[in-house]
């Protein structure tokens, strides 16, 4: 018996292969520039976002009298400072599930919220910049092809931009919290910084 022939492809069928191939290479090729530019430009929009917000937050701080920190307009709520000092902290806690970075040793006490040497405007000023600047520091170091892994704290299992993401809206949330105690006092609150382009 003799062998088969072989049989090669024609130059025809051979040439749309070939462009078929060069094909899907350029639409992978597309794909993934448009991945990374995605995720280059949503990390410049959340420092934005991040720094834009610390400045908020300063000016609340900034606008609330030094004898006043110890404020509540209700029994039952945290003072002013302690408003303050939880932002800070949870700012802190839901950044490092999110990205991993070390939590700073001098606001990582569970007692924070009661020490009265942590309650005055500089010490609070200073926990608040430094739970920004942590923030900040945390999304500048971040690799943003890491955004969809899932990680879990306590009971809650949630992507890492997505805790991110919570970050934001926790500090948003209590700072926004406190301008009934600025109103109280007869004040006004800052103005809102939602479009402003000055970051430093």
């Not at 060069?22 to 597309?30: C, D, E, G, Q």
């Not at 606001?107 to 040497?117: A, F, G, P, V, W």
């Not at 923030?135 to 949630?158: C, D, L, P």
Request: charged letters at 20%; one cysteine or more; proline letters at 4%.
């Amino acid at each position: 018996t003799s062998a088969s022939p072989v049989r090669c492809a024609s130059p025809k069928k051979d040439f749309l292969m070939k462009k078929t191939f060069s094909f899907l290479l350029l639409i992978l090729a597309t794909t993934l520039t448009s991945q990374a530019q995605f995720a280059d430009s949503l990390k410049v929009q959340l420092l934005k976002d991040w720094k834009r917000s610390k400045l908020y937050t300063l000016d609340y701080l900034k606008t609330m009298p030094s004898d006043k920190f110890s404020f509540r307009p209700q029994d039952s709520i945290r003072t002013f400072a302690q408003q303050m000092i939880h932002l800070s902290q949870a700012t802190i806690s839901l950044m490092e599930a999110a990205t991993a970075m070390k939590i700073p040793s001098v606001i990582n006490r569970q007692d924070l919220e009661s020490t009265n040497s942590a309650l005055t405007k500089d010490s609070v000023t200073y926990f608040v910049t430094l739970s920004y600047d942590y923030a900040i520091q945390a999304i500048e170091r971040f690799e943003m092809a890491n955004s969809y892994q899932y990680v879990k704290r306590g009971k809650f299992n949630e992507t890492r931009i997505a805790w991110i993401l919570k970050a934001f809206e926790h500090q948003a949330h209590h700072r926004g919290q406190t301008t009934i105690y600025i109103r109280v006092l007869g004040l006004k609150p800052p103005n809102e910084r939602l479009f402003d382009n000055m970051y430093d």
